[in-house]
């Protein structure tokens, strides 16, 4: 994890920065536009364009909120996009709003994998993914779900990373179809969690192979940005 002020960051290559670590902190002394947003996201990939709860024309920028994508409830441990095809990317969050009323947390997976004793489980083991069903209604299209389900995306326990070259386990309890039981796994990485408690105007940067991450419930506002992005 690599933590930086948002006025040092012409100082450092944040792509390279974010392959390197995993994981990146910027803290703001203000509150963002979403054009300013957008800028400092320029910084590190082109920006996915999004279907639903979005703030701008492009489509690049989306609320996490209360009123919006992923309402107030729990969110479990998943990777972003596990049941989309491609290359993997990484995502931008920015505390538009009260965001300190839930802490996200997170896992190295690069860390899960090369602690884990039985690797060759890891290594022969592959799961399926598709978005839980309570998500469906509020955050895809019936269209968007076909394209999911006749993509059948299968990612092994250890999956490679196609920029960094590392191992990974993957699992995304979240979003993993089937009987398979990750219990062991998911206790192996809660060994190591880190529990992000925002501060205002405070902007998250993560890699969605290198980790995983989930959301407890909360009460009250509050709105995250957030952009997604090829790496």
């Known amino acids: 994890m690599l933590t930086l002020n948002l006025s040092n960051i012409d100082d450092y290559d944040l792509g390279v920065e ?15 536009t979403l054009d300013e947003f957008k800028t400092i996201n320029n910084r590190l990939g082109k920006p996915l364009i999004a279907k639903r709860h979005t703030l701008d024309s492009e489509r690049h920028v989306q609320y996490v909120s209360d009123k919006g994508l992923f309402s ?7 990777n972003d996009w596990s049941y989309g095809g491609g290359n993997y990317f990484g995502t ?13 947390d997170f896992v190295d997976m690069r860390h899960a994998y090369e602690t884990y004793q039985d ?7 592959s799961g399926e993914y598709f978005p839980p069903q309570e998500l469906h209604e509020s955050c895809f299209t019936p269209r968007m779900l076909k394209i999911i389900e006749k993509a059948k995306v299968s990612r092994k326990f250890a999956h490679l990373h196609h920029a960094t070259g590392d191992l990974c386990m993957y699992i995304s309890p ?37 980790y995983m ?19």
């Not at 009250?220 to 997604?228: A, K, M, N, S, V």
């Open 92 to 104: 931008t969050l920015y505390n538009h709003k009260n965001g300190h009323l839930s802490t996200t």
């Open 174 to 210: 979240a979003t993993l179809m089937g009987d398979i039981d990750v219990s062991d796994l998911v206790a192996h990485c809660e060994k190591n969690i880190y529990e992000h408690e925002w501060q205002d105007n405070e902007i998250v940067i993560y890699d969605n192979i290198r």
């Open 213 to 231: 991450h989930r959301r407890h419930a909360f009460e009250g506002e509050r709105e995250l940005w957030r952009i997604q992005f090829w790496v």
């Open 18 to 32: 974010l392959l390197e670590h995993g994981l990146i902190i910027l803290s703001s002394d203000k509150k963002l």
């Open 72 to 78: 107030s409830d729990d969110v479990d441990w998943h």
């Open 119 to 125: 690797k060759d489980y890891l290594h022969n083991t």
